[in-house]
């Protein structure tokens, strides 16, 4: 793999498929380590403002309904295609010339999401809700312009024969920071509280250390991206005024998709929409399930935040491997036929109370789904983006796989309100069965090669 290559893409049903010995070796290059490190910074944010803080909020007192509403904080990651643009084509005083476009935008990102994530910590939503749902915003922003540099520079890292492996690297440094953000902050909040209910009340300060120690966590992504090489600069057309800029960084980067997949497009962005709509609309209630069902923090984080995210890992390891000996195709569908029957298991958990055996049997395999299908499911959308507009092409692609599932998983609260837990894991479960056609449907069509 070769920091400094960077062919067009191809589809992800043309890639050659690898030996098994080889599909294994790309794991020890150096790309693949350093995408396990920026992996790391990406997803720490994420739990942050969406599980962690719903564990946090439910735990604080705040009602399901409110939560559910707040989980709207993670749109910023699918509105992220309206300023992808900037990031792809603008310069940054100063940070450009010495660190490339690439890094500049990364360290200004992960430089916001610490700063936001200070501002959660200070701040109790006990005393005053708002300003740390302002904060989680800031912190979301970051988050989320961080994903639309770093999304570029690995598309950018190598070519899409590689881009499997890449994205199985990615995602394991995006698991090893959500156990951290999700077990590791509750552990720390559960040793820094105080008294003989310390690992079920709520305190304020032990939260606060916590969350200090998170933004710290951020110095895994900063320390990277100082000492990694840009990626090779593509030449972009000069602009001689803000008409021309504005085309070239707006408008051609979704019309250029447009030309290349022509009708194929509609369907391509539809599935897109929808691939992981079970997962996403169920987790925003899953950590208030387990603060329901009367889960400690040192449960939670053991069983959920830590063996969980190691099948995760697994998943991801599997579906990396799968996806380019196989092809993306089939994972995909894999992937979406497990995610959608796991939800299933929420729902009789819904049924077993406080059953600490039977949360790590239905952690197990959920996580082991999610790790296959959102392997297959990145090298899948990294096959379908230009490098020409990676920044900008493949924000659409990550907003639009986010804007629908966040918008729908803000009623959550609601619906579990007015029909319990086991109805809604249910219907969760039932949301991916559109899922599959638009799989099945995609797997037909054979897309144009890029121009």
């Given at each position: 793999?070769?920091?400094?290559?960077?062919?067009?893409p191809?589809?992800?049903?043309?890639v050659?498929?690898?030996?098994w010995?080889?599909?294994?070796?790309?794991?020890?290059?150096?790309?693949?380590?350093?995408?396990?490190?920026?992996?790391?910074?990406?997803?720490?944010?994420?739990?942050?403002?969406?599980?962690?803080?719903?564990?946090r909020?439910r735990e604080a007192?705040?009602?399901?309904?409110?939560?559910?509403?707040?989980?709207?904080?993670?749109?910023?990651?699918?509105?992220?295609w309206v300023?992808s643009?900037?990031?792809?084509?603008?310069?940054?005083?100063?940070?450009?010339?010495g660190?490339?476009?690439?890094?500049?935008?990364?360290?200004?990102?992960?430089?916001?999401?610490?700063?936001?994530?200070?501002g959660?910590?200070?701040?109790d939503?006990q005393?005053?809700?708002?300003p740390?749902?302002?904060?989680?915003l800031?912190?979301?922003?970051?988050?989320?312009?961080q994903?639309i540099?770093?999304?570029?520079?690995?598309i950018?890292?190598?070519?899409?024969?590689?881009?499997?492996?890449?994205?199985?690297?990615?995602?394991t440094?995006y698991?090893?920071?959500?156990?951290?953000?999700?077990?590791?902050?509750?552990?720390?909040?559960?040793?820094?509280?105080?008294?003989?209910?310390?690992?079920?009340?709520y305190?304020?300060?032990a939260?606060?250390?916590?969350y200090?120690?998170?933004?710290a966590?951020?110095?895994?992504?900063?320390?990277?991206?100082?000492?990694?090489?840009?990626p090779?600069?593509?030449?972009?057309?000069?602009a001689?005024?803000?008409?021309?800029?504005?085309?070239?960084?707006?408008i051609?980067p979704?019309?250029?998709?447009?030309r290349?997949y022509?009708?194929?497009?509609?369907?391509?962005?539809?599935?897109?929409?929808?691939?992981?709509?079970?997962?996403?609309v169920?987790?925003?209630?899953?950590?208030?399930?387990?603060?329901?069902?009367?889960?400690?923090?040192?449960e939670?984080?053991?069983?959920?935040?830590?063996?969980?995210?190691?099948?995760?890992?697994?998943?991801?390891?599997?579906?990396?491997?799968?996806?380019?000996?196989?092809g993306?195709?089939?994972i995909?569908?894999?992937?979406?036929?497990?995610?959608?029957?796991t939800?299933?298991?929420?729902?009789?958990?819904?049924?077993?109370?406080?059953?600490?055996?039977?949360l790590?049997?239905?952690?197990?395999?959920?996580?082991?789904?999610?790790?296959?299908?959102?392997?297959?499911?990145?090298?899948?959308l990294?096959g379908?983006?230009?490098v020409n507009y990676?920044?900008?092409?493949y924000?659409?692609?990550?907003?639009?796989?986010l804007?629908?599932?966040?918008?729908?998983?803000?009623?959550s609260?609601v619906?579990?309100?007015?029909?319990?837990?086991?109805?809604?894991?249910?219907?969760?479960?039932?949301?991916?069965a559109?899922?599959?056609?638009?799989?099945?449907?995609?797997?037909?069509?054979?897309p144009?090669?890029?121009?």
């Amino acid at each position: 793999m070769n920091d400094t290559t960077s062919p067009a893409p191809t589809s992800p049903n043309a890639v050659k498929k690898l030996g098994w010995l080889a599909a294994l070796h790309v794991y020890l290059e150096p790309a693949s380590w350093r995408m396990l490190c920026l992996g790391f910074s990406a997803g720490l944010p994420l739990l942050l403002v969406l599980g962690t803080l719903s564990f946090r909020l439910r735990e604080a007192g705040v009602d399901r309904s409110t939560i559910g509403f707040l989980s709207w904080v993670g749109l910023a990651y699918g509105f992220k295609w309206v300023w992808s643009p900037l990031v792809d084509r603008l310069p940054l005083p100063l940070l450009t010339r010495g660190l490339g476009r690439r890094r500049s935008w990364l360290l200004l990102a992960q430089t916001t999401v610490v700063a936001g994530l200070v501002g959660m910590a200070v701040l109790d939503p006990q005393v005053a809700l708002e300003p740390v749902v302002w904060c989680a915003l800031v912190v979301a922003f970051g988050s989320a312009t961080q994903d639309i540099a770093l999304d570029a520079f690995r598309i950018e890292s190598a070519d899409a024969q590689h881009q499997a492996a890449l994205a199985a690297t990615y995602q394991t440094g995006y698991r090893l920071a959500m156990i951290w953000a999700g077990a590791g902050v509750l552990w720390i909040a559960a040793r820094a509280a105080t008294g003989p209910d310390a690992d079920t009340s709520y305190q304020h300060a032990a939260w606060q250390t916590a969350y200090l120690v998170m933004a710290a966590s951020m110095s895994v992504g900063v320390l990277t991206v100082l000492l990694s090489p840009e990626p090779a600069q593509r030449d972009m057309p000069p602009a001689h005024n803000a008409r021309e800029w504005l085309r070239g960084a707006l408008i051609e980067p979704f019309a250029e998709f447009i030309r290349r997949y022509r009708w194929q497009a509609a369907l391509i962005l539809g599935l897109i929409a929808v691939y992981r709509i079970s997962d996403v609309v169920m987790g925003i209630m899953a950590n208030p399930f387990y603060v329901d069902m009367g889960y400690t923090k040192d449960e939670v984080a053991a069983v959920t935040k830590v063996f969980g995210v190691i099948m995760t890992l697994a998943g991801a390891f599997i579906g990396g491997v799968l996806s380019m000996r196989l092809g993306v195709m089939r994972i995909l569908m894999l992937g979406a036929v497990l995610s959608a029957l796991t939800n299933l298991l929420f729902a009789w958990l819904a049924t077993r109370g406080h059953d600490l055996t039977a949360l790590i049997w239905v952690i197990s395999a959920d996580n082991l789904a999610s790790g296959i299908a959102s392997a297959a499911f990145i090298a899948y959308l990294s096959g379908l983006t230009n490098v020409n507009y990676s920044a900008t092409q493949y924000a659409l692609f990550s907003s639009m796989m986010l804007l629908a599932p966040k918008w729908l998983a803000g009623f959550s609260g609601v619906y579990v309100d007015a029909h319990g837990y086991e109805a809604f894991f249910t219907s969760t479960a039932l949301l991916g069965a559109p899922v599959l056609v638009l799989v099945w449907l995609a797997s037909r069509v054979l897309p144009h090669q890029p121009r």
